[in-house]
């Protein structure tokens, strides 16, 4: 299905249909329990299994279904265990068929497995070296050796699932950081914060600069909040 979605900051989420030239709302309604529980939508994906998720502003997370434009939401749940940790989600990762990671403003990182309906929260400690370095967390990617890496206000951050959470926050320039993703033919990251573009190189695990030919970047400061490869 060739739909465009749109995320909105006051309207909920809209699927735009470019064949029919039909766009289609979806947004929250007091009578429904399967409508949007928030109309501020901070983040969207789309699974391989081709399921779209919103993450909302206050209202957790919500996955949409296709043949009813309804949604099921997950939310935190005070005083519970097995649960969201934060309902602010800023980006979502699709670890594999049966696992899904969140970001979230306040409560770490979130990987939740469906089969088990389990979810963890993992969040700093400052009593443990290998916890996440920060609990905001507005970025995921994923390198070729199945580690992640995390776009976090405290910095980039790597997470192995056997080891733990390893932080890269010597550069002053890259202490807070809002997006992240994967450059595969270079073997490198590419990262983006309030103080514009940077290179992390995954074989020696420095920061450089990001190179433009163009000399813009000599000039201008790009706080790039998402990216997309595209072509």
């Known amino acids: 299905m060739n739909h465009l979605w749109?995320?909105?900051r006051n309207?909920?989420?809209?699927?735009?249909?470019?064949?029919?030239?039909?766009l289609t709302k979806g947004s929250y309604s007091f009578f429904s329990e399967h409508s949007l529980a928030r109309n501020f939508v901070l983040s969207i994906y789309q699974?391989?299994?081709?399921?779209?998720?919103?993450?909302?502003?206050?209202?957790?997370?919500?996955?949409?279904?296709?043949?009813?434009?309804?949604?099921?939401t997950y939310r935190q749940i005070p005083n519970t265990r097995n649960t969201l940790s934060d309902n602010m989600i800023f980006c979502m990762y699709e670890k594999n068929e049966n696992e899904l990671m969140l970001g979230t403003q306040n409560g770490g990182l979130v990987?939740?497995?469906?089969?088990?309906?389990?979810?963890?929260?993992y969040?700093?400690?400052?009593?443990?070296?290998h916890s996440l370095i920060n609990n905001t967390v507005y970025s995921i990617t994923e390198d070729d050796k199945k580690n992640y890496w995390l776009a976090t206000w405290g910095g980039l951050c790597a997470f192995d699932t056997g080891v733990g959470f390893t932080g890269f926050t010597k550069n002053p320039l890259t202490k807070n950081l809002y997006s992240v993703v994967y450059l595969k033919n270079t073997n490198a990251l590419l990262a983006s914060g309030p103080n514009g573009l940077f290179n992390f190189n995954l074989a020696d695990k420095t920061w450089r600069t990001c190179n433009d030919k163009s000399d813009y970047l000599?000039?201008?400061?790009?706080?790039?909040r998402y990216f997309l490869f595209a072509g």
């Open 6 to 8: 749109i995320g909105t």
């Open 11 to 22: 309207q909920g989420i809209c699927r735009y249909d470019p064949l029919l030239e039909k």
């Open 47 to 72: 699974d391989n299994q081709g399921i779209v998720w919103a993450g909302l502003s206050g209202g957790g997370l919500a996955k949409y279904d296709p043949g009813k434009f309804q949604f099921t």
């Open 111 to 121: 990987n939740i497995n469906w089969p088990a309906q389990k979810f963890t929260a």
């Open 123 to 129: 969040m700093n400690d400052p009593a443990n070296k």
């Open 218 to 224: 000599n000039d201008h400061t790009i706080v790039g």
